[in-house]
């Protein structure tokens, strides 16, 4: 009878270390969220290309237009979509702003996302992003530099630091290493979206802004599917509809995802720069 109980209780130790390392993915993703993203109001009126023009005389503008123009500057454009959705905040009913104070503006807000601050600025005589940009030509190419620097700024700030699993070949080609990234990723990109904020997702090469995320699962509950939406910059949005989708299948225990790499890029801060603002 020892030794019989003595069995029963290995068996139990045993099967509990097996399940140990399973992920119940009944737990996760308990709500879809969907952020407010009016895509024909809230992203930019230019496409991700034909950025010289606006560098002026600026030798600084030059280079960075001259790098944009041939790689593109998708996550200067979608931060500064992001900037604008979350620090913005339009009053429509006064009178219109100087273009040299929505420079401010702009500028500003750009400055309160980098250091995820929680003040916010206004711009006045506009409804909305794409009625600030098509306004005149102004405005178009104060968005556009700001989007060059920025450019910049997330390249040496946000996605160098992810040169350990980006630059790197081989990195994420084991399944279960890369499952668990993925999933890492799938819960930050998530928790952003819980917040109200729309983080910036790298998928090998370009970047976008993340709206929502909705969730499929079995009938038992587990996830069978994660769908990001998202704004991508390399279109200039004429409906709803222009809004992409990128999905993960999942296996029930969760170790197996199948879809592309991607990673949160979103600006991350002590927020000390928030005292200086």
């Given at each position: 009878?020892?030794?019989?109980?003595?069995?029963?209780?290995?068996?139990?130790?045993?099967?509990?270390?097996?399940?140990?390392?399973?992920?119940?993915?009944?737990?996760?993703?308990?709500?879809?969220?969907?952020?407010?993203?009016?895509?024909?109001?809230?992203?930019?009126?230019?496409?991700?290309?034909?950025?010289?023009?606006?560098?002026?005389?600026?030798?600084?503008?030059?280079?960075?237009?001259?790098?944009?123009?041939?790689?593109?500057?998708?996550?200067?454009?979608?931060?500064?979509?992001?900037?604008?959705?979350?620090?913005?905040?339009?009053?429509?009913?006064?009178?219109?702003?100087?273009?040299?104070?929505?420079?401010?503006?702009?500028?500003?807000?750009?400055?309160?996302?980098?250091?995820?601050?929680?003040?916010?600025?206004?711009?006045?005589?506009?409804?909305?992003?794409?009625?600030?940009?098509?306004?005149?030509?102004?405005?178009?190419?104060?968005?556009?530099?700001?989007?060059?620097?920025?450019?910049?700024?997330?390249?040496i700030k946000e996605i160098l630091p992810e040169s350990r699993t980006f630059f790197l070949e081989g990195q994420l080609e084991d399944k279960a290493k890369s499952s668990k990234h993925i999933l890492k990723e799938l819960q930050s990109f998530y928790n952003d979206l819980l917040k109200g904020e729309y983080p910036l997702m790298l998928v090998r090469t370009h970047v976008t802004l993340v709206t929502g995320m909705s969730v499929e699962r079995d009938l038992e509950g587990h996830v069978s599917r994660v769908t990001l939406h998202h704004y991508?910059?390399?279109?200039?949005?004429?409906?709803?509809?222009?809004?992409?989708?990128?999905?993960?299948?999942?296996?029930?225990?969760?170790?197996?995802?199948?879809?592309?790499?991607?990673?949160?890029?979103?600006?991350?801060?002590?927020?000390?720069?928030?005292?200086?603002?």
């Amino acid at each position: 009878m020892f030794r019989t109980l003595s069995f029963i209780l290995i068996s139990q130790v045993l099967t509990s270390f097996a399940y140990a390392g399973e992920i119940d993915t009944k737990k996760l993703f308990l709500k879809p969220v969907m952020n407010d993203f009016r895509a024909v109001e809230d992203s930019l009126c230019f496409e991700n290309n034909g950025f010289m023009e606006s560098a002026g005389r600026n030798p600084y503008l030059k280079i960075l237009a001259s790098v944009a123009d041939k790689e593109g500057s998708c996550q200067g454009m979608v931060a500064v979509a992001s900037a604008v959705k979350t620090k913005v905040t339009f009053r429509p009913e006064r009178p219109k702003m100087s273009p040299s104070k929505i420079k401010t503006q702009v500028r500003r807000s750009v400055y309160l996302h980098k250091n995820n601050c929680s003040a916010k600025v206004f711009i006045d005589g506009y409804s909305n992003l794409r009625e600030l940009c098509e306004a005149n030509q102004d405005n178009e190419f104060t968005l556009r530099r700001r989007s060059l620097q920025y450019n910049l700024s997330l390249a040496i700030k946000e996605i160098l630091p992810e040169s350990r699993t980006f630059f790197l070949e081989g990195q994420l080609e084991d399944k279960a290493k890369s499952s668990k990234h993925i999933l890492k990723e799938l819960q930050s990109f998530y928790n952003d979206l819980l917040k109200g904020e729309y983080p910036l997702m790298l998928v090998r090469t370009h970047v976008t802004l993340v709206t929502g995320m909705s969730v499929e699962r079995d009938l038992e509950g587990h996830v069978s599917r994660v769908t990001l939406h998202h704004y991508d910059p390399n279109i200039i949005m004429s409906s709803q509809n222009d809004i992409y989708d990128r999905s993960y299948d999942f296996s029930k225990d969760g170790k197996s995802i199948d879809g592309q790499l991607i990673w949160n890029i979103s600006p991350r801060s002590t927020k000390i720069g928030c005292l200086f603002k």
